[in-house]
């Protein structure tokens, strides 16, 4: 069965302190693994696509990288307005769109 | 482009009610997904459409939850009759193929 795993649920950060999220999946065939941003209130907005191992992605503060098993995004000296739920969710071969999604983890970066 | 639009952005009703969600995707946008999304469960697939066709509704919770897409601008979503366990926050979201898909603001469902 697909499966799609965030850790940690909650992370607080201090304003300029990196860290990284962690996305592990089991997915049979993966055909893309996407990272949103959710802000509360508001619907999952898009920030990655990475297709294959080896792949990474940047955006501002934000960097995603892709394993055979997991993805991470590092976040590099964060800002309070970084802070959101981060989703990651994996589509596998066949599936036509099905995207699955992992239970989020919540970043609060503290001024 | 507006993006994926939802109605209403809130909906409160009494328990047995019929609820309809509906959801206009992005134009030129071919696939078409219903999300559910609560606190303990986080964001479950309840259906998706390819072309208009529904292509999996197996996350669908039972019966009384119905959705139909007769054109490729247009969706509904409906319960019916609603249950206070439906409450959630319920997401469109649009894709071409298999590129990103882009969500809507969402309809916070409360039944009472």
């Known amino acids: 069965e697909d499966q799609v795993t965030q850790s940690p649920e909650a992370l607080r950060l201090q304003e300029g302190e990196s860290s990284s999220l962690n996305c592990s999946y089991t997915?049979?065939?993966?055909?893309?693994l996407f990272w949103y941003r959710q802000d509360p209130g508001k619907g999952p907005e898009f920030l990655f696509t990475?297709?294959?191992a080896g792949e990474e992605k940047e955006k501002e503060r934000l960097k995603a990288t892709l394993t055979k098993k997991e993805s991470f995004l590092h976040i590099t000296a964060p800002k309070p307005e970084d802070s959101a739920t981060y989703l990651c969710?994996?589509?596998?071969?066949?599936?036509?769109?099905?995207?699955?999604f992992g239970q989020g983890t919540t970043l609060q970066v503290k001024p | 482009d507006a993006g994926v639009i939802q109605s209403p952005r809130h909906e409160v009703t009494e328990m047995g009610q019929e609820v309809t969600l509906r959801c206009k995707p992005i134009?030129?946008?071919?696939?078409l997904f219903w999300y559910r999304q609560t606190m303990m469960r986080g964001l479950e697939l309840l259906i998706y459409?390819?072309?208009?066709?529904?292509?999996?509704d197996s996350g669908m919770p039972e019966d009384r939850f119905s959705a139909k897409m007769p054109n490729a601008s247009f969706s509904t979503l409906k319960i019916q009759p609603s249950e206070p366990r439906d409450s959630a926050v319920y997401f469109c979201?649009?894709?071409?193929?298999?590129?990103?898909?882009?969500f809507g603001q969402g309809t916070r469902l409360t039944v009472v």
């Open positions: 134009s030129g946008h071919n696939s």
């Open positions: 997915v049979s065939g993966l055909r893309g």
């Open positions: 969710a994996v589509r596998r071969s066949g599936n036509t769109g099905k995207l699955i």
């Open positions: 990475l297709y294959s």
């Open positions: 459409f390819n072309n208009n066709v529904p292509i999996d």
């Open positions: 979201a649009s894709s071409l193929g298999e590129s990103e898909a882009f």
